[in-house]
């Protein structure tokens, strides 16, 4: 490469391309990209990993965090009764049902995750929880804190998204 290449960087009208920030208004959905509103468990010294009080710290987090999701998905029913509206300008009543639209694709992913934490308690009850369906290790206090509802560890999971990444389009 020659050296010069280096130097005309300033130029480059590439290096001005502007980050574009996400113009996507704040929306509360918080619920639905993880919960945050716990406090992290501290295991006593000696304790078992997946003892029945940890067992129990992450139960009561993935039903905190059901519950907070049926919430949402109420409220966007709610939101979607009283907005509907009989909008005489077609350009009105298009961006009314591109919002509809929005909430139900939102709506669903809720549902999804609701029964993902079902699945996940149910997993719980069964005391199988807490370690990787791949490989069988911990996955982890703080990472099942992150996720509550992860099956793999972070292992794993990267590798199957690699995977994924590959086979898909
Ligand atoms: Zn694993």
Redo the contacts with the bound molecule.
């Keep these: 490469m020659p050296a010069s290449a280096k130097n005309t960087d300033s130029t480059d009208t590439s290096k001005t391309r502007a980050k574009k920030a996400p113009t996507k208004k704040a929306n509360k959905q918080a619920a639905s990209e993880g919960f945050t509103d716990f406090t992290p468990y501290e295991p006593k010294k000696g304790e078992e990993y997946m003892s029945s009080s940890q067992l129990d710290h992450f139960r009561q987090m993935l039903l905190n965090w059901k519950q907070e999701l049926m919430e949402e998905v109420d409220r966007t029913m709610h939101h979607m009764q009283e907005d509907a509206a009989n909008y005489a300008d077609p350009s009105d009543r298009a961006t009314q049902e591109e919002e509809f639209s929005l909430e139900l694709r939102t709506r669903d992913r809720e549902r999804k995750l609701i029964k993902k934490i079902d699945k996940t308690l149910d997993n719980i009850d069964r005391d199988d929880y807490g370690f990787?369906e791949?490989?069988?290790?911990e996955i982890g206090i703080r990472r099942l804190e992150a996720r509550p509802t992860a099956t793999?560890?972070i292992?794993?999971k990267t590798l199957a998204e690699i995977k994924e990444r590959q086979t898909g389009i």
């Design positions: 990787c791949s490989c069988g290790v793999q560890c292992d794993c």
